[in-house]
């Protein structure tokens, strides 16, 4: 309802860092739930950053608990603090049964880090849109939950081939960036494949962009990604003059390590603004 909101009223968009690309370019992600409405943010706020509204003093901050871009806002009044949290908590605890929407586990990531700015903030209510009135969780909530995600984490490592969990529940710890994108025929279109190497040892990745008939493609080169960072390769594609307008599809072939993965990504590119 943003965007009927600020024709409605011409109010301003401020969004925590950590939303504004997928909310100014909702094309470009493939994950549940996003309107394809492209809303501008006007004022992009950091984490942490402090600002005022009526005598109350708000607060954003980065929480990737039920979705990974996902934000929550502190309000303090009068010597009381509320911190809204989205989706990403309920009196009954967390809610991540979307794996599609990228609930990681580790320290410092998803509900971690969502656990931790609970510990850090200690507001005294929550919100969630959905739950009438603001709750509270018990005071053993943050030691239990912590030592029910290491016991995910810890049998999720048994159950999966990868070195780390996240692997097998990220489906897009490689993505195509951006996943649909309107092209020209005969204009370069570029696609970058993001990775996360959630490893504790460095990622050697291969990939091999598989193109409609006819269709030009600059391959990307192989990089290795250092452990617990993020890289990308990109690709350039060139439909050709003449091209009907439609939507194609571009598929990608993926080696992690020497490892194959056959075709483990997809992009959507439509020719002719369909």
Known sequence: GIAALTARTGC???????????????????????????????????????FTWEG????????????????ALLVERGGTTLLITGDSFTPGGLDDY????????GAGRGYERCLDLLEQLQPDLLVN????????LPPTFLTEARAALRERERLLQRLLPWEHPNFGLDPQWIRAYPYRQIV??????????QCNNYAESA???????????????????????????????????????????????????????????GAWVEALVDIGGG
């Open 12 to 50: 301003a968009v401020w969004a925590h860092r950590g939303l504004v690309d997928i909310l100014e370019h909702p094309d470009a992600y493939c994950m549940p739930g996003i309107d394809p409405t492209v809303i501008p943010v006007d004022r992009v706020l950091d984490e942490d950053e402090h």
């Open 56 to 71: 109350f003093t708000l607060s954003a901050y980065d929480f990737p608990g039920q979705a990974i871009h996902h934000s």
């Open 98 to 105: 979307c794996s599609h929407n990228r609930n990681l586990l």
């Open 129 to 136: 849109m959905h739950v009438v009135p603001p709750f509270v």
């Open 184 to 193: 020209a025929a005969g204009s370069r279109g570029d696609v970058a494949l």
């Open 203 to 261: 990622l050697h990745v291969d990939a091999t962009v598989t193109a409609p008939p006819g269709w030009t493609v600059q391959q990307p080169p192989s990089i290795q990604i250092a452990p617990g960072t993020d890289g990308a390769l990109v690709a350039g594609f060139v439909a050709p003059p003449g091209t009907p307008a439609g939507r194609y599809i571009l598929t990608v072939d993926v080696a992690i390590d020497g490892r194959p993965l």
